[in-house]
C-alpha cells in the first residue's frame, strides 16, 4: 500500500526540506506481525510523471470511492528515482497510532510530479492535510547508503 503526504518535512543537515513524500510499506505487516520497511521518495514539482499520469488523473473525489481506471496499474520502480542513494534510520508510523520500531528508507534524490499531479492531489478533502509535525530525533542515528 502506498501513502502520498502533502507535505513531508523532514530535517537535513540542520535544514528542513518541505516536499511531497510517498510512502509504501508502512501498513504491511510480515508473519509474525511485525511491520515492514517504509520507503519514502520525496518529491518535486516539475515534469508530469508518466507512471501516475491516468492514476492522478482519475483519482476518486470523496472519501470511500474507489477508482481503478483502465491503464492506471502502477509500478512501483517507476516511482524511485535513478540514483537509489537513500537515508537510513529507524522511525515510526506517520499516522496513529504512530507505532514506533519501523526502518525507514528515505531516498536522497526526488522524483518528479507536475504541478497539476501535485495539486490534484492537494485538492482531496478528505486527505488534506495529513502530514504530521517534524518530530525530534530521539537519539536515533541517521544513515546514507550510496546509490547507483
Same mark, same amino acid.
Given at each position: 500500500m502506498?501513502?502520498?503526504r502533502t507535505v513531508?518535512?523532514?530535517a537535513l543537515r540542520g535544514a528542513l526540506v518541505s516536499s511531497v513524500c510517498l510512502a509504501s510499506g508502512a501498513f504491511a &505487516?510480515?508473519?509474525r506481525g511485525t511491520p515492514a520497511p517504509v520507503v519514502g521518495v520525496l518529491i518535486k514539482e516539475g515534469l508530469v510523471h508518466p507512471g501516475l499520469f491516468t492514476a492522478f488523473r482519475n483519482l476518486p473525489k470523496h472519501a470511500g470511492e474507489h477508482s &481503478?481506471?483502465?491503464g492506471a496499474l502502477i509500478n512501483a520502480s517507476s516511482l524511485l528515482p535513478f540514483n537509489k542513494a537513500l537515508y537510513k534510520y529507524a522511525g515510526s508510523l506517520t499516522t496513529?497510532?504512530?507505532t514506533e520500531g519501523l526502518q525507514w528508507y528515505v531516498m536522497k534524490n526526488p522524483i518528479e510530479l507536475s504541478d497539476s499531479q501535485i495539486?490534484?492531489?492537494q485538492r482531496l478533502p478528505y486527505l488534506n492535510p495529513n502530514n504530521r509535525p517534524l518530530q525530534p530525533l530521539n537519539g536515533r542515528t541517521v544513515s546514507t547508503q550510496r546509490g547507483h
Open positions: 502506498s501513502r502520498f513531508s518535512v523532514r &505487516q510480515d508473519l &481503478q481506471p483502465p496513529p497510532p504512530c495539486a490534484a492531489f
